[in-house]
């Protein structure tokens, strides 16, 4: 869509050189024809450095971005980015196409496809299954009944994916306006599952906003477990039971979560951590240790001062 | 039904003015042609007011009652409810009949439809979902795939719901005998589910067990999510995911719950309320104000305890 | 399958008697021709009385097995353990057959039958649902729209399942490699619901790896609930919504299990315990007590603890 028309659409002025815009990305990830935007003071200084053709932001913001990046100036750019977001939005239908299919495959015949569906060998589909436009799933992979995987989402190779699993749900994002309603960022981006993962019943990947959800290769995931969106998954991790990891949080390889642990947002947790059930993580991890609590300290610490506080209470006469 | 066959079928003495009744409702909200029940000491007030046809109560209370209502007399008034309530269930079958399609619908093929349904404009349905009888889905609303809305839920315009998503399952309502079974209490109430609404992957939203669960206009939930019956949660309010809300829990509008948070049934959650993630909410919360912890207090008193539990300890050699 | 062709496939030697194996078991529950392991010293008692036909251990442990009992030495007995029970992991299929059918059943014509499914007189299933091979479906029962049962599972009389729920998906069990992967421990076993069971939305209730996770009757569940492979929960036994019940744990009758609340896997919860909601339970629970907390402890000791810690945060000056 040509910038022009894009700027047209969200009510936004635009006299610059005109472009045909592809998508949206953040601004250190977008390319030479995609947009983005600036609203969270955080990102300040990736102004100067980005690549994208235009950027939603403040006026008083548009003097640090690159002389050659056009400039889409509003109040509002969160809010100009959900509607932006609308215009990139995949539009999602019923049409189904007959999917490209590996050798060996058994794929029950109440299974639905979307178009341009590729299978490898050997994979089992069990029946209700859904799998949408533009999927890839790799040989050797086995999904029970009632999986839903979206469209444009990739499973790797030798994967299980448990009934009612639900692989690229739109991650939860919105603007919000001054009155109070939400305006939905329509999410973009994809889920890759890499190789060897098995995925539990009624558990939910969000696709990303923009990029890409990644569960790395050999993770395995119990039950009911909820991944957000722009998550990246390590390799052979592994979650215990109704675990959640919010999103856009980066976990390094073979960490471990216990069940009814959940991160926040926007954390990097380090290789081999362990999180204990229950805790819940609000700040990114160093890698190699045992954590514990809410909000999670190291596991030791939050032992002794278990210890120490049952000891205080003791004593304590009221 | 007559009151007079309710009554021998819940093997109770009646010999009053017969009367057809349609339903079972609370003792406030019961009207001329429903029974009611009275169990809680609780809404003891309630008994003068109530408007309903019939009362399952003890004898010592009858005479509280209106002088025109009939009184149905029983040692164990709420397993008699459970007991009645089935006479007044919902008759599931796989009966199945043409919805009534507005325009521009696209609905795939192996979706089932129960009788009565009624689907808006523009809606999209994807495969495998499942669509009671007499819903209602109203214009420009999307259904993922292997979404399930049990039968007389209503859905609003613009929604999005996402796969795996279950409308109006059942409450948790049970009677217990003096041996120690559960006996169900028919949930024959419904959802209703406001315009602008966006329901996350493997949500599950009760039915009522008598009048409506209601999500208010422009809600937005994460995944996994859990609202009990009879709740009514305000417009725009926000739920991250794997949140829960327990029955009859009355949530304002804007409210915002983080991931994991959880409140107890009962309760009153003001306008523009923010639950911290993982909290959990027992008492009923003022509006305006942001909660922490479990038993949830204002964040700011959370914060101020934290900081000098993390002093005292320091101190404290043990 | 020959032992001696287990062996060559676990890359093991073994030149005992042969014998045809048909399974794998605990050193406890193990029959004479079912092969066995040991990898905790907690189960050492267990070496001198078990009954397997052989035993995959370490060669300082294969003096204390009983003479005739024939072993497989090993450094890895639990890697070795995972891949055998591939070599009797069930083979999943999209085969069909007609079920074997009841008086009066109500099947929708969207539902799928795997091979050898009996269902009794009067059940009740809607649309979409997956009914895997040799599985049982007693009178009387109801399944909601999106259930999915896998194979070999049995369901009992006059039981509710609501939409989406899974019943025999697979335990969460895996042997790791010295280079951190994970090697999945097949689950071989089973799921067996009791009669006048009501399973929630969204639940996950996991196969056994040996054996059988047992749902005994009575037991209500509200939604999104996830039971671990090989718990026995006892009957009557209340779960509210988003409780959690790891591998392995035992549950006695007519216990209640608050919202979000949760048990480590292994331990024993006795007969009528009551656990509050967002609860943790590290430990075995003496029956007829009420617990909260994390780690939780006897409710009326949380009671005092809060209020000490209360009384101690306000005398206390930072």
Redesign the interface.
């Given at each position: 869509m040509l910038l022009s028309k894009i700027a047209k659409e969200l009510g936004l002025s635009f006299d610059g050189e005109d472009i045909e815009i592809t998508g949206i990305h953040t601004l250190s990830e977008a390319g030479s024809v995609q947009i983005s935007f600036f609203d969270n003071a955080r990102y300040k200084d990736q102004l100067s450095q980005t690549r994208a053709a235009a950027v939603l932001c403040e006026e008083r913001y548009a003097l640090l971005l690159p002389k050659e990046t056009r400039v889409l100036i509003t109040d509002e750019p969160y809010l100009k980015l959900a509607l932006a977001s609308k215009l990139f939005a995949y539009n999602?239908?019923?049409k189904?196409s007959t999917p490209s299919l590996g050798k060996n495959c058994?794929?029950?015949?109440?299974v639905?496809f979307g178009r341009n569906v590729v299978i490898g060998d050997d994979v089992?589909?069990?029946?209700?299954c859904?799998i949408?436009d533009d999927v890839t799933i790799k040989a050797g992979t086995?999904l029970?009944?009632?999986v839903?995987i979206?469209h444009h989402c990739e499973v790797g190779q030798n994967c299980?994916l448990?009934?009612?699993a639900?692989i690229g749900?739109?991650g939860?994002g919105?603007a919000h306006t001054k009155d109070?309603?939400?305006v939905?960022i329509y999410q973009n981006g994809n889920v890759i599952i890499g190789d060897?993962v098995?995925i539990?019943?009624?558990?939910?990947i969000?696709r990303a906003v923009f990029g890409t959800t990644y569960i790395r290769e050999?993770v395995?995931m119990?039950?009911?477990i909820?991944i957000?969106h722009n998550c990246d998954i390590g390799a052979?991790s592994?979650f215990?039971?109704?675990a959640?990891i919010?999103g856009s949080t980066k976990v390094g390889?073979?960490a471990v979560f216990g069940?009814?642990s959940?991160t926040?947002g926007h954390l990097n947790i380090g290789d081999f951590v362990q999180v204990a059930?229950?805790s819940?993580v609000t700040k990114s991890l160093e890698g190699g240790k045992t954590y514990a609590g809410?909000?999670a300290v190291e596991h030791k610490e939050w032992l002794k001062?278990?210890?120490?506080?049952s000891?205080?209470?003791k004593k304590?006469k009221?």
């Open positions: 999602i239908s019923t189904t058994d794929i029950d015949k109440s639905v089992i589909i069990l029946a209700n859904y949408g086995l029970h009944a009632n839903s979206y299980i448990h009934s009612g639900v749900s739109d939860f919105f109070g309603r939400h939905k060897d098995e539990g019943a009624n558990c939910a969000d050999g395995k119990d039950n009911l909820q957000g052979y592994l215990a039971g109704q959640g919010a390889r073979n069940g009814q959940a926040s059930g229950k819940g809410f909000p001062n278990q210890a120490k506080l000891s205080l209470l304590f009221s």
